[in-house]
């Protein structure tokens, strides 16, 4: 293994309550009922289209209005609530001391994803970056994965992904990588059974697949 990929919204970040907000400022500016951080954290995971979907319906994400409103209100405080899930600062001070390149393959779109990523300097040692506009493909296809082991100059089969959706899974599987679930994230109920190469309690648990001592913990 000489290099690992992150999932970034329910892997690296804990982003639901700014996305909670934003979709209760658009919704409240419709007069619609509002919904609570537990109703959208699950949601959280699958982005833009998933948040609109809980809140509008079916067919929300192709009305250009509401899509637009809720990246301005997204946008418009972006990191006031949203806080790095704890141990991941300390895994990838782990990572980056070991050596060992790490990056981030995220289905957000590029221009949300860029605004956020300034406000943790944690992230600054990204070494590769994939967003879900990037290529023609985003997760579940393997894709993104792919490009982003490229960009490192990595094989994929050296590559391990975490992250914390079927889909995660389903494209590290596709692209030859190790798929690792972090059950801190927004993962469903059905997460057991996912196909992944084990699942993770903790970031430091991590850092014992990358055998990584703890002197660099």
């Known amino acids: ?3 690992v990929l992150f999932d970034l919204d329910g892997t690296l ?37 998933s948040l609109l979907t809980l809140g509008f319906g079916e067919g929300a994400f192709e009305q250009e209005d509401l899509r637009q409103a809720f990246w301005d209100a997204y946008l418009s405080d972006i990191s006031a609530k949203t806080r790095l899930f704890e141990g991941v600062p300390q895994l990838l001070l782990a990572l980056n001391k070991a050596g060992i390149a790490w990056g981030i393959v995220t289905n957000k779109v590029t221009h949300l994803t860029v605004a956020a990523l300034p406000h943790f300097p944690e992230l600054d040692a990204c070494q590769a970056l994939v967003c879900g506009d990037t290529l023609e493909n985003r997760k579940p296809h393997p894709a993104p994965l792919l490009h982003a082991a490229t960009l490192m100059g990595v094989d994929a089969k050296d590559c391990l992904y975490l992250g914390d959706a079927l889909t995660d899974m389903q494209a590290a599987r596709d692209a030859g990588m190790q798929g690792f679930v972090a059950s801190w994230g927004y993962v469903d109920e059905n997460y057991p059974s996912w196909p992944a190469r084990s699942i993770l309690t903790q970031p430091q648990d991590l850092a014992d697949w990358c055998k990584i001592t703890r002197s660099n913990i």
Do not use: I, Q, S
């Not at 982003?15 to 400022?25: G, I, S, V």
């Not at 919704?27 to 959208?40: D, I, S």
């Open 1 to 3: 293994m000489t290099a």
């Open 13 to 49: 970040l804990d982003t639901a309550p700014d996305l909670c907000r934003a979709l209760n400022e658009v919704l409240a500016a419709h007069n619609m009922p509002l919904k609570t951080l537990a109703e959208v954290r699950p949601h959280a995971t699958h982005g833009t289209r």
